[in-house]
């Protein structure tokens, strides 16, 4: 059951990254993570209810709630749907996955939570794989600057993802069930991605057909809600170090997926740079094993 949850959990997460570029493409990507967080809060608000859960939440959290919800949602989600348009999903999962590295720091700047040298190391060897990934592309920006724009995204998600993970820690700690929490904060996400769909005067309309509908009820409720009670299972079943392990796994399963369906070629230097990425992803969470696993955004 162990390894089963490990698989699945890590399979899901890291195929939603090609139905997030098919979905981004459909209609304004605030407007679709909009509709995604509406469905996904509403699935998580019925399961509380459901299970006699009270879903109030205290008015010392609320803000911190809100502020999970506008990062880890809403910055986090709306960035990496719009890097999916300009870049294959694969690589922008790749990046994405640096968000424990901003995790760690962030972390450390706002709860004082100590950096050790093997997550200092890991941060900078992930920073280093992202380097090699990312120059030949800054060497093109002449004529590649969507790509450019794209890594920018996506380094904007992991940011997002990886600041909105040390709040959920601190909202986490104050006792706020986990159902409850991501009811609230994929809401609060909701309404800040209609919010910048209004101000940018982004149509509303999306692609109505039957491929759409499916993709984002398996992102709004796969993704977002079994993936996360999955991932949560997996944290009581064998600790939350070893959960967070698969973590380092999405990035692989999103780059091959996208090396099947969206042609990305896998050269050296992203064979490299991506080795870089997820050692140092793994030196940071093995650094971390007593302190609470890393939530995994599932963009």
Not at 124 to 146: D, H, K, N, Y
Not at 202 to 207: I, L, M, T, W
Not at 257 to 278: M, N, Q, R, W
């Amino acid at each position: 059951m162990h390894v089963f949850l490990f698989l699945a959990t890590a399979t899901l997460w890291g195929s939603s990254a090609i139905v997030t570029a098919q979905q981004a493409n459909a209609g304004a990507p605030e407007v679709s993570v909009a509709y995604r967080l509406v469905l996904a809060s509403l699935v998580m608000f019925g399961w509380s209810l459901a299970r006699g859960h009270g879903i109030a939440v205290r008015k010392r959290d609320r803000f911190w709630v809100a502020l999970q919800g506008v990062l880890f949602f809403g910055v986090s989600f709306i960035s990496f749907y719009h890097a999916t348009t300009l870049i294959p999903s694969g690589i922008a999962a790749l990046v994405l996955s640096t968000s424990s590295l901003f995790a760690a720091l962030a972390g450390w700047l706002f709860l004082s939570v100590p950096v050790t040298v093997r997550m200092l190391s890991g941060i900078c060897v992930g920073l280093v794989g992202l380097a090699v990934i990312a120059t030949p592309q800054f060497a093109l920006f002449s004529s590649q600057g969507e790509t450019v724009a794209g890594l920018g995204l996506a380094l904007s998600a992991a940011a997002g993802t990886g600041c909105g993970t040390v709040v959920a820690m601190r909202n986490q700690r104050a006792g706020i069930p986990i159902a409850v929490l991501m009811s609230w904060t994929a809401l609060c996400g909701a309404l800040f991605a209609f919010a910048l769909a209004l101000i940018g005067e982004r149509s509303f309309a999306v692609e109505a057909s039957l491929a759409y509908v499916a993709g984002l009820a398996h992102l709004a409720v796969v993704a977002s809600c079994i993936t996360f009670f999955m991932y949560f299972n997996l944290v009581e079943r064998i600790g939350a170090a070893s959960a967070s392990y698969t973590l380092a796994l999405v990035p692989v399963v999103a780059l091959v997926i996208s090396a099947l369906f969206e042609d990305l070629t896998i050269d050296a230097l992203v064979l490299s740079g991506g080795a870089a990425v997820l050692f140092g992803n793994i030196l940071v969470l093995s650094a971390g094993q007593s302190r609470p696993a890393v939530v995994k955004s599932a963009a």
